[in-house]
């Protein structure tokens, strides 16, 4: 009888093992996003990262981290959201890379009190960069006369469409440093004494997991799974934390009526933009070799 009574009473209540919810973040760091094409960003995440640190019969959540990076705003909200809900609840957080967390994957991942990686992980690349493409000879080419009218001398700043000034440049070098110096900031504050002095660290580069952690950027070398059944028992849980899905199983948001659907030069728009941030999200993968 006693057996049989066990089994009714909801897993995390049985006092002989510890759930461990996970929270999964892998992908490019990007605004926006749709269901064919998710990305990371606070609107994605947040939920998810709520019902986690929600729980309250446990002492940890347990983040796996697997992103090239991308947008420093998005990056920096997400790593703020886990601090304050840490802080909130009361509960520490562990870090665990997957393939790469660079960029604004490493931003994210400096919110684990604890950061553990794979020997052959990629950490680091603490950095800013923009990129793009110039086209100052093409309209010319096809006969096309392009027509800009603005209000303010510098609205048309780094036009791909008109030669690259050098004060352009300067100017988009002055926010790069700012943004890069926040970055710094953040490392500092999180990582301490743990930091190497190592002039490389703060250059833009990146590294396996074995050097991020000689310089201090993790703290060791870690499945998660072993990890957490170390720190809390053979009998340890992992319970992964999803998305939430809707009546019709879609996940949420994304549940759209017939009248809501799209035109056909709406879904044409759509598809150009989306073509656009795939080959974005597969260059920020590329530079890590992935």
Do not use: C
Request: glycine letters at 12%; proline letters at 5%; hydrophobic letters at 45%.
């Amino acid at each position: 009888m006693a057996g049989l009574l066990k089994t009714l009473v909801p897993k995390r209540f049985r006092k002989d093992e510890t759930v461990i919810p996970v929270v999964r973040l892998h992908g490019a760091i990007m605004a926006g996003g749709s269901q064919l094409r998710p990305t990371l960003n606070l609107a994605t995440v947040a939920p998810m990262l709520e019902r986690a640190f929600s729980r309250k019969d446990v002492p940890v959540v347990a983040i796996s981290i697997n992103s090239p990076g991308g947008s420093p705003v998005q990056s920096r909200l997400i790593y703020q959201r886990i601090r304050a809900l840490a802080e909130e609840k009361n509960k520490r957080v562990l870090m665990f890379v997957e393939d790469v967390a660079a960029s604004g994957g490493y931003m994210i991942a400096l919110a684990g009190d604890e950061i553990f990686v794979d020997p052959t992980s990629i950490v680091g690349s603490i950095g800013v960069v923009s990129g793009g493409f110039g086209f100052p000879e093409l309209l010319n080419k096809i006969g096309v006369e392009r027509r800009v009218y603005t209000a303010g001398e510098n609205k048309v700043i780094l036009d791909p469409f008109q030669p690259e000034k050098q004060s352009d440049v300067d100017y988009l070098k002055t926010l790069q440093l700012e943004i890069h110096k926040v970055f710094i900031d953040m490392v500092k504050a999180r990582r301490g004494e743990r930091l190497s002095d190592d002039e490389t660290i703060f250059s833009g580069l990146f590294w396996t997991g074995n050097r991020g952690v000689e310089l201090g950027l993790v703290d060791g070398i870690g499945e998660m799974r072993d990890v957490l059944k170390r720190r809390f028992g053979p009998k340890a849980k992992l319970q992964l934390i999803g998305a939430s899905r809707g009546l019709l199983g879609r996940k949420v948001p994304g549940v759209a009526s017939l009248a809501g659907m799209p035109h056909a030069a709406e879904i044409a728009a759509g598809a150009a933009s989306g073509l656009a941030a795939t080959l974005e999200e597969k260059a920020l993968w590329g530079r890590y070799g992935l």
